[in-house]
Each structure stands twice: as C-alpha cells, then as structure tokens.
C-alpha cells in the first residue's frame, strides 16, 4: 500500500468519509506523495500527462504575442506577468524567451512572477528558468489579493480543471442535494453518500422546474477553490488582462444535462481510468471547468468580460495577426505549422479547450 493510500485510510478511519474535494486535494497535491508532487511525473506525449505547452514552444510565443500587445497598452512603468501553476516552468520559460528576443523594451520593464503552492515545484521551475533569474519572480501563495496590485497579466494553463471540486448528488426523493464523500471497504476506496459539507450557490438558485425533472442520483460538481483563486486574482488585478486556458464548459441552465454523472475523471499516461478512486497519487484526476460560474465570479469583482472563445479562435486570431506583423516563422518553419495544428485542430486540443478573458 503506498503511503499516500495509508495517509488517506488514516484519516477516513479516524472522522468517517471525507468528502472528495479532499481526497483530490491529497492525491494530486499532497506534499511528497500527491500526483504534481512525484518528480517522475513527466509532461508531453509519453509523459504522464499532456498540455498545449507539451506541444512545442509556439502555444508560450503565441501567448507571449499576445502579452505584448496587451501590456503595451496598460498604463505603467513597470508590468506583471503573473502565472499560476507553472509546473516545471517550461511555458513561462517560452514566453520569456519570445518577449526578450522580439519585444526587448517591454521585456527590460517587466517582472515575471509565479505563483506556485508546492516548494518541489518551485525549485524544479528555479532550474527551468536560471537564465531569467533577474526577471522572474516567486510569489507566496495567498498573494493575489487587494493588497497586491499586478498592472498587466495574471493567467493560467489548466489550473481550474486541475483544482479540487466537490461533486454533489440529487436525491429526488428528498428534493436535496447530497455529497459525494471517499469511504473504504476491503477491496479499497469507495464512494459514500454524505450530508453536504459545503455551500453551493449554483445548486440553490436552480429553478425548481428544472429540480422536478431532475434524475435521482445526477451528479454535477462546485469548485470552490477555482472560484477563490479567480475572484483573488480579480481583485489583485488592478489595469491588463485575467486570463485562463482550460477544458470546460458553459453551462448556460447552471447544470450541465451532457453529463448526468458529473465530469470528474482520470487518466494515466493519456489513458482513461474508469475508477477515480484508484491508484491514487498515481493517475490525474481533473473536472470541467464551469465558466458561466468563474466568469460571474470576475465580473462580480468588477472585471468586465472580454471574450470566452474556443482555444483554436483564440491562437488562430494571434497567428494571424502575428503573421501581419511580419513574423513568418510560423509559415516558413514546417515543425511551427505542425504545433500549429495540434493547438487549433477540433480533434487535439482546439476545440476542447475555451478561453476565458476578462480586464480591468
Ligand atoms: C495540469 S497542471 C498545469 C501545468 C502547466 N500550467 C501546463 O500548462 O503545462 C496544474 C498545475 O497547477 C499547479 N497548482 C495547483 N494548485 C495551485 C494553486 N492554488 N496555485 C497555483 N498553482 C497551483 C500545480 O503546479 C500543477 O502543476
């Protein structure tokens, strides 16, 4: 048994199920033994997980594209670029290139911060990014708040879906919203039905024509912890752009009816894995992003929206327009155009992906 299996039985044995929000939590993040702790948890094809940054250096230069053309008009003699869950470091370490090579000016009056929770990762990104070193900057988690002020960007690559969520049961027969707890049994982890540990917003404003169709046991998810993360970054961005990457969906109706048991899954090495409760600390575990939920989120906070768009709109329209600038490496390089497909295509990362833009 590993030690993060006997961690988590420790606890279930000694207060009953916990809820999974906090099973998630420990089994990809749980300092040491959590699936983004093991440093053998390699990222691209025949890694254990695969993002647009595994693709090649154009998703970070595209970005980075971008970054300038809106850093260039937020007021200001010194800029952010703040970037949460940077993992290893490599997309920050492909913009950074991108801005110093083509964009020298801005690059001089700019401070790349990231913020990070886990130490182990901060130094795996510490050695990413030795040749930034006067450039870049660690932040404490818990910094983006009103009392840190980031003129420019604060974004994310795939940190919503990779954030703990609580998934909630519909018991029609007592017309309440229950909660998926982890218990155990011999063979293992089980789920455990659980009195709701948590508000839900979302649930209680539903309207009840759509509770009174709803199917016993439909199953949805609420991610606290996303929601927190964006309204702190709302609140610390003061002029630019808050931005994130990441599968998910608008659910419009506040539930989503394409997924009657939720969107939580897992994978292991790109594979699907049919049980969430296994092998944990071994196989990722993560949940679409509910956009209509984080875009209120920011707006509530007073950032108005500027675009939720699929990621193949949002590179194509960059490409275009980087293109016209005159950088044609992206048309003259075989293996750019190539990275180019793989970020845009419906059937890789294009369509599955949205971006969520807001400013202030
Ligand atoms: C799916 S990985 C994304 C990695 C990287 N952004 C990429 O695109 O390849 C999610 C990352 O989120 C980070 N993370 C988790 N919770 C965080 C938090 N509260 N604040 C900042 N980063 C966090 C971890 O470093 C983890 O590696």
Redesign the pocket.
Known sequence: MSALVEKIKAEIAVQGAIPFAHFMDLAL?CPEYGF?ERESVT?GRSGD?Y????VGSLFGELLAFQFAEWLEKTPGDQLQIVE????DG??ALDVLKWLKKFRPELFARLNYCI????AR?RAWQQKTLAEFDDSVRWLQ?GSLNPKFSVRGVIF????LD??PVHRLGWDSKKREWFEWGVGMAAEGFIWAKMPKSIGATKLDSLPSELLEVLPEGFTTEISP?AEA?WVSAARSLKAGKLLTLDYGTHNEAGLSPNHPHGTVRAYSRHKFCPDILANAGEQDITANVDFKVIQQCGEAEGVRTEAFISQSQFLTDIASRMMASGNQSLVESPKKSRELQTLIHPEHLGRAFRVLVQSS
């Open positions: 993040y983004y990222v997980f993002t647009s940054v595994s949460a869950g940077a993992h490599k997309l913020l990070d929770p886990s990762r988690c994310a690559n795939e940190l990779a954030m912890a993360w």
